[in-house]
């Protein structure tokens, strides 16, 4: 297994920022002893899988009828959701009836044969195994905050605002004012015509500012947050647009944007990652093939799952863009994916349309999210968030997109441009000092990643071994 195929485990930690790639030895990169807690939930797991496989056994034993037209049921179900996602016009909505009329058309027989408690118990200890498994997992990797350090305030703040962001965020929360309250200089994008936000950016680190920040879009933010990392200056993020991804990963209040200006006063320092694509930064994410083409499309930035939705028949059937090859750190080659995501960090997927958060923007890997979809057991996979053989979520240090086509449209942070190829994409470790409130929401905790084999660890290990294991600094424990 390459170390781009390898399951994301934690951060990759450097104590000196001149070597940030440099792996310190922690208790994260070791098993950690099991717990009672996790012993139960990996057990329950295992015995409420057992006994689902169980009544399923059974009711096919029971009924031959019952069982086929379940079987059936689920093809023809799979295959009218496979039509409505890949074709169009009124053959997609006939699928769409197809789909919701078979279940319930399936349901009424097992009904009529007196199976009914059998499928309300087989779901029943389905979803107890799930929850169970989850439970343990998550009881097994708990969350480790990115660490802060404590800096003085800035003494010259410049911030940059977008008053048309957000729907008018600034002007409604009066973040100009506030801001210009506490000291900060305050440059309002106003127009006439497009505003050079770079030169702006660096006019103030020339004048002496020693904090730049932005309220506004991610894209805005990428921009000015490279210059700060140029400059080794504190970057401020203040969560004054649409959707405020950057703001959201960040831990900050994104409903009250205001409070994002008390990093001016009682504020400490994050050192983050940065990512490159064709020397332009971004803090989120770079996509291309149909993520790339959904960023391009103008009803994106109001309704992003509808607007998924509307392309997933070029999505899923690929008669939409060009041909891709991706290449992760020379090691791992993906064929022709009809969607791909590249982020700041390795995100916890969520689904196509929101590809979910990331608990740490400090691990220096860049995340790799590729959709390969071509049947509907994978389509409904993805829609369902799950992993699949139609999903490769990897890591990586470089990623090399190559294309038949001398431009490919690429987006950037939520923006859309052209970009020549090979485009190659990049890391910069611990490149970002980012300065946040002291006092924030915070990132929740990490989603867990399913690991059957440490499910297994979990369940097999005997209660007098988790408490003469190996400890979390890797030493024998005695009796």
Known sequence: MTDAEKPYRGPRTGRDRGDPRTEATTPEARPLPVTAAQRRFAR???AAALATAAMLVVGGRTSLFVLIVGVLGLVVTLAALWGFL?????????????TVAVPITVIAVYIA??????IVLTLLLAALAVAAARAALVLARPPAGMPERETPPPARPF???NPRSGGGKVGRFALDDKA?????????????????????????VADGADLLGVAGGDGTQALVAGIAAENDLPFL?????????FAMDLGLDRERPDAGLDALDDGVELCLDLGLIGGRTFVNNASFGAYAEVVRSPEYRDDKRGTMLRLLPEMLSGRRGPHLVVRIDDDVVVEAPKALLVSNNPYEFGGPAEPGRRSRLDTGLLGVVAITVDNAEQAVELLRGRRGRGLRTLVAHEVLVESDAPQIPVGIDGEAVLMP???RLTIRPLALRVRVPRERPGVPRPKPVFDLALL?????TMARLAGGGTSPTGRRRRS
Do not use: K, Y
Request: charged letters at 20%; a positive charge.
């Open 44 to 46: 329950l797991a295992f």
């Open 86 to 98: 890949s074709r169009r016009g009124p053959l997609r909505w006939a699928c769409a009836i197809v």
């Open 113 to 118: 044969r007196g199976h009914l408690w059998d």
């Open 159 to 161: 911030l940059i605002m």
């Open 180 to 204: 210009a309250a506490r000291g900060a200089e305050v440059a309002l994008l106003t127009g006439p015509g497009p505003v050079d936000v770079a030169a702006l950016a660096r006019r103030a």
């Open 237 to 245: 993020v203040v969560s004054a647009g649409t959707r405020n991804h």
């Open 421 to 423: 190829t090979p485009v």
């Open 456 to 460: 297994r660890r979990q369940a097999l």
